[in-house]
């Protein structure tokens, strides 16, 4: 068992405090990926957009969750000290899965694979930030 990753927020706060700080991260990338591509200052402009960035910024926060990678019954024996909702997504007859707890949602977000953990991580990366982490931070956002 292994983990990929580092970020595992407890709480909504801590989660959207780390996603925050990387606005920045965010626009950097985005404007040394348009510099590569030789965009000219009216093209930059019109192609990159707050929504080009926040895209960005999301991504770079779901690639940085951090993931368990182990055996099912490795997962299985981690699960049962907890009660939370299990959504696992894939085949139960296939031998590993990755993992994300997601505490103040009381949910942990995993799927099988078979041979492809790299895929599996991101993937599930991706869904725990689109199923859990930007509802949570749009209520956030909207509470304050």
Known sequence: ???????????VEA?????????????TVVREVAKAMSFDRD????RVTTDVVMTAREALFA?????TVGTR????EWCA????EVELAG????????????PFAGVIVAATFQNEET????????QAFGRHYRNAFEEHTTDE
Do not use: K
């Open 1 to 11: 068992m292994h983990s990929v990753g580092i970020f595992a927020p407890e709480t």
């Open 15 to 27: 989660a959207h405090e780390q996603y925050d700080a990387l606005g920045f991260s965010a626009q």
């Open 43 to 46: 093209e930059y402009r019109e």
């Open 63 to 67: 690639s940085l969750l951090e993931v």
């Open 73 to 76: 019954e490795e997962f299985d």
């Open 81 to 84: 000290d907890r009660n939370d």
């Open 91 to 102: 085949n139960e007859n296939v031998d590993h899965v990755v993992w994300h707890p997601i």
């Open 119 to 126: 895929a599996a991580v991101g993937t599930l990366q991706r």
